[in-house]
Structure formats: C-alpha cells, structure tokens
C-alpha cells in the first residue's frame, strides 16, 4: 500500500517539525503582543518594553526558524527549480490577500497603505519580488519588512546551492556577523533610492531594473542547466545581497548582516545536528555569532539608549534560548494548539496589523477602560485574529501548498524524462524527481517564513 506508507511517513515528518511550528506561532503571538500593547495593555507594556522588545525578539525567532528548516526543504528537494516553485506556492497567495486587504481597508477608511496611493507603480514593482523593505515602496502591511530578508537568504541559498557550496554555514554566519560589526555603522541606508531620484530617473526604475535582474537571474537558476542556472543564482543573489547592503529601509544599517547572521546560524545548527558539522565546532561559532550580532547593536546603537541596548542583548539572547528550548523539546509531545498555531502563524503575521488597523478607526472601542476590560478586550481581538487567520490558512495557504506540491512533482517528473534522453546537463533532476512528493508534502507546512 505506497500511499498508506506515504501518509504514515508524511505524519512522521510533521511530527518531527511540530516544535518548529510551535516556535514560529509563539513568536507570532509574540509580534502580535508587541503592536497590539500599543493600543491595549500600555502599563503592561511600559513594564516590559524596559527590558525586551517582544517584537523584535519574535522575528528574531523566525529567523533562526527560517535558517534551519528552508535550506534543508532545498537540500531534501535537490532542485532549485522545486525550491522556487514550493516558495512561491507557500508565500505569494497569502500575500496577494494581505496586500489585497490592505487595500479595501484603505479605500474603506479602515486602514492604510503606508503611502502606496502617492506612488502606486514604485509601489506594486516593489511588492512583485516581496522586497519592499530594501527597494523604493512603502511596507504594505507593516510587518512585510522581514519578507525582504527572507527573500534575499533564499536568493542566496539558491545561489550556493547551484555553486554546491552550501554547506559551509559557518562561515557565512561567521562572515556576516562579523560584516554587521565592522560595516554596521557605516552602511547607508536607501542610498540607491535616494541615488534614483537625485539622479532624475525614479525610484520605480530602480525597482523595475532590480525586477528584472532578479526575475532573470531566477529563470536562469531554474533552467536546468549547470552552468546557466548557476550563473542565473548568483546574479540574483548579489542583486538581492546588494539591496541588503546599501539600500535598507528599516530598521538600522546593520539589521541585514544581523538577520542574515542568525539565519545561517540556524542553518548551521541544523547541520551539527545531522552530523554534517562537528557539535562542538557549530556550538563554538553559534556563540561567536551571537557575541558579535549583540556587539554590532550595542557599539552602532548607543546612541539609542540603555533601553534600547537593554532590548537589543535580550531580542537576540532570548531568541537563541528560545530556540535552544525548542530543541531541548523536539522529541517531546508538543501540544497541539501550539504546533497548529504555528501552521497558521503566516497568516496571523500578515492579517494582525490589517485588524488592529480596523479596531484603531471604531472610536467607540477608544474610550478609557479599565485593565480587566482591556484584558478582556485584547484576549477578544486575539481571538478574532486567530480565527481569521485560520480561515485563510485553509482556504487559501493549504489548497495553495497543495497546488504547489503538484506542481513540483510535475515539473520535476518532466525534467526526469527530459534529463533521461540527455537533453539537460542537471545531475540533479534525477533525484528531485523522484524526492519532490514525499520531501515537499513533509517540509510545505513547516516553511521558516512568518
């Protein structure tokens, strides 16, 4: 019976990942806390926000998230090709309804787009690749900032992988690190947007050639042959890497090496427990990286304030002991409201902002309440967001997945076919034909992506 044996190999897989899904539901909750306190629960968060900021430690934990489970859905898939497909089945349909939402909202009087309407065109080029944080157009919701460097990692992933030097994560992670101490508080920040306009030529060109160079490069890595897509990735990934480096738009100068840091951090944690890297090694550079991440933001940050290093060290430190917990626990039963939070938590990410922004317009919800009803009032909002949210994970997110899983296999049996007559010089298309079914139905849940 090889489909009983499918799904019973499917469900091991899930199993294996529930605590990654439980991490990344956590840390949306966590994101979630950190918007809506602003407008409910301000005592609590004037107490807290002394000493962490529950925002930037959340996507700080979906970083790390990220770092160890995307690279190893592309290493299990053995092909660039399936790796887009399935990246762009799981993150683009959510994200159309975001930015779709975000827009009736605006039209309605319920919401905003951050300054989309003054320029709409350098707007949607920016959204096309999700890349708004690091082109021209404004971050529409609010919380799309951290897409960009999900993005730009996978650009590079993609690149090292066709290179077949992926597997020194250590170093990346070391390098980019060490990139956010030494270069963090000389980047600029916007500087080829601002180049753009001084130059008389607009930020849509600027978003428009990244689009194009970008996209190309992509078509090239998913081409099938050696050396065209591997030429394809790198272009890519330097254009992506580029954008990191000088034209940010929030939050600092050094948040890319930063990010990027954590996330081959991930990546290299992944690999010491596979036994690819010595423990003691990966343990040895996991603490280099964390030393020098929290003194890039105490050294280029101190003009912020104690509070604001008192957040920095415990963003960064409590991510790296949330996600040391969630391995201490990965064997373990893990309850299943969290694991299915964390199956959801895409959605919750993207929506959240988009109802806070309606409960912000309804004056009548604004008058001075007390800390019970405010309790009560955050729990009901919190409720309604998780509802929401897991309506569009089923009606849009899985189906979605679903589609892009068939997808894949199609495209890769072809490419099977096409690989067997000698037509391609891939020597990997084999075995991601024949891997794509089982790996991508275990690992399309479980994506790093918030």
Not at 210 to 224: F, P, W, Y
Not at 297 to 320: E, F, M, N, P, R
Not at 417 to 440: C, F, I
């Amino acid at each position: 019976m090889p489909s009983v044996s499918l799904r019973s190999r499917t469900s091991q897989a899930a199993g294996r990942l529930a605590w990654l899904d439980a991490l990344r539901g956590f840390a949306a909750l966590c994101v979630v806390f950190d918007h809506g306190s602003t407008l409910l629960l301000q005592p609590v968060r004037d107490l807290l926000y002394h000493w962490l900021n529950f925002g930037q430690y959340g996507v700080f934990v979906f970083f790390l998230v990220s770092g160890y489970i995307v690279p190893a859905s592309l290493e299990r898939k053995g092909s660039v090709r399936s790796f887009w497909i399935s990246r762009a089945f799981r993150l683009y349909p959510m994200y159309a309804v975001a930015l779709i939402g975000s827009a009736i909202a605006y039209q309605t009087g319920y919401g905003t787009i951050g300054g989309a309407e003054h320029s709409p065109l350098t707007s949607m080029a920016s959204w096309v690749l999700m890349l708004p944080n690091v082109l021209a157009g404004p971050n529409v919701p609010n919380v799309t900032w951290t897409l960009s460097y999900e993005m730009v990692f996978y650009l590079l992933l993609a690149a090292l992988f066709s290179w077949k030097i992926h597997t020194r994560s250590g170093g990346y992670a070391l390098g980019c690190a060490i990139a956010a101490v030494a270069l963090g508080g000389v980047l600029p920040m916007a500087a080829l947007t601002r180049w753009s306009r001084h130059a008389g030529q607009g930020p849509l060109i600027l978003d428009l050639t990244a689009d194009a160079v970008i996209i190309a490069g992509i078509a090239l890595a998913m081409s099938g042959r050696r050396l065209p897509a591997a030429a394809g990735a790198t272009v890519a990934a330097l254009a992506g890497l580029t954008l990191v480096t000088v034209n940010q738009g929030y939050p600092y100068p050094w948040s890319g090496f930063t990010i990027l840091a954590l996330m081959f951090t991930g990546t290299l944690i992944y690999r010491a427990e596979q036994n690819q890297v010595n423990k003691l090694v990966a343990a040895c550079i996991a603490a280099a990286v964390l030393a020098l991440t929290i003194i890039a933001g105490l050294w280029h940050g101190a003009a912020y304030g104690q509070q604001w290093k008192a957040q920095w060290v415990t963003s960064i430190a409590g991510a790296a002991v949330t996600f040391a917990i969630g391995m201490a626990v990965k064997n373990r039963k893990i309850p299943r409201f969290a694991a299915w939070l964390g199956l959801i938590s895409y959605s919750v990410y993207l929506l959240h902002p988009l109802i806070f922004n309606v409960y912000r317009t309804i004056p009548a919800l604004h008058r001075t309440h007390t800390v019970g009803t405010q309790v009560l009032l955050a729990a009901a909002i919190t409720a309604v967001i998780i509802a929401i949210s897991a309506i569009t994970y089923y009606l849009v997110e899985r189906p979605m997945q679903r589609l892009g899983r068939r997808v894949a296999k199609y495209l890769a049996a072809r490419t099977d076919a096409t690989a067997r007559s000698g037509d391609l010089d891939n020597g990997a298309s084999v075995a991601a034909a024949r891997s794509t079914s089982s790996s991508s139905a275990a690992a399309g849940g479980s994506g790093g992506s918030p």
